[in-house]
């Protein structure tokens, strides 16, 4: 597997960083220093899905696939090589429209990772909470997503504090317009599991998804 590159940020607050790995999908997706990944939506090209993530060189690390038919709202993530790492599921009939995420191509809770679900049913802005399978009780979030989705400035915090695992920022030039990409970047904080913050992304982009319908 590609392993990206890193790409140091001189604003990278290395203080609230992990000081060892927060392993959720697999310890070989946790790096030592911050990870830049190019987020590449509505890729014509890409037969598998309508998701590409790449490393700032431009190497596929991890993939998308899109909806299936069926009465649940599927979707699979992918390595580089196309081996399933999660598959991310939508609850139905979810107030507060629940996600659930499993590992490998599973829908078995015994598989269950995480679950991701809105705050609060009416937002303005983006307010995510997210529970590992660890966290049974769910009275406080293993770690948040606030932000605005249109706007690509979505963060993703540690639990209920200001510490920083993730962040996003938009990145658009005219070309990208032009074939139907969209395109944004995500900086991943020292030792976090990018992989699981792709599945976060992934989770947004469903919930902006179903806003638009």
Request: proline share 5%; aromatic share 8%; hydrophobic share 45%.
């Given at each position: 597997m590609a392993h990206p590159s890193s790409h140091l940020h001189p604003t990278a607050p290395a203080p609230n960083a992990y000081s060892s790995p927060v392993s959720?999908?697999?310890?070989?997706?946790?790096?030592?220093?911050?990870?830049?990944l190019a987020i590449i939506r509505k890729v014509l090209t890409l037969s598998d899905g309508n998701f590409a993530v790449t490393d700032v060189n431009g190497n596929i690390l991890l993939k998308v696939k899109?909806?299936?038919l069926s009465l649940h709202d599927n979707r699979v993530l992918l390595d580089g090589a196309?081996?399933?790492?999660?598959?991310?599921r939508r609850k139905i009939l979810s107030l507060h429209e629940k996600w659930h995420v499993f590992r490998?191509?599973?829908?078995?809770?015994?598989?269950?990772?995480?679950t991701v679900g809105r705050s609060t049913v009416i937002q303005l802005k983006t307010t995510l909470n997210v529970y590992l399978a660890s966290n049974?009780?769910?009275?406080?979030?293993?770690?948040?997503?606030?932000?605005?989705?249109?706007?690509?400035?979505?963060?993703?915090?540690?639990?209920?504090?200001?510490?920083?695992?993730?962040q996003m920022h938009k990145k658009?030039?005219?070309?990208?317009?032009?074939?139907?990409?969209?395109?944004?970047?995500?900086?991943?904080?020292?030792?976090i599991d990018y992989?699981?913050?792709?599945?976060?992304?992934?989770?947004?982009?469903?919930?902006n998804d179903d806003d638009e319908e």
């Amino acid at each position: 597997m590609a392993h990206p590159s890193s790409h140091l940020h001189p604003t990278a607050p290395a203080p609230n960083a992990y000081s060892s790995p927060v392993s959720i999908i697999g310890p070989q997706f946790c790096a030592p220093y911050p990870v830049d990944l190019a987020i590449i939506r509505k890729v014509l090209t890409l037969s598998d899905g309508n998701f590409a993530v790449t490393d700032v060189n431009g190497n596929i690390l991890l993939k998308v696939k899109g909806k299936l038919l069926s009465l649940h709202d599927n979707r699979v993530l992918l390595d580089g090589a196309g081996n399933p790492l999660v598959t991310i599921r939508r609850k139905i009939l979810s107030l507060h429209e629940k996600w659930h995420v499993f590992r490998g191509e599973s829908t078995d809770f015994k598989d269950l990772l995480f679950t991701v679900g809105r705050s609060t049913v009416i937002q303005l802005k983006t307010t995510l909470n997210v529970y590992l399978a660890s966290n049974a009780k769910e009275d406080v979030c293993d770690f948040k997503v606030k932000g605005s989705w249109l706007e690509r400035a979505c963060v993703v915090y540690a639990g209920e504090s200001s510490t920083i695992v993730a962040q996003m920022h938009k990145k658009l030039s005219m070309g990208s317009v032009l074939v139907g990409k969209d395109k944004f970047m995500v900086t991943v904080y020292p030792n976090i599991d990018y992989a699981f913050i792709v599945a976060l992304i992934v989770v947004l982009d469903a919930i902006n998804d179903d806003d638009e319908e």
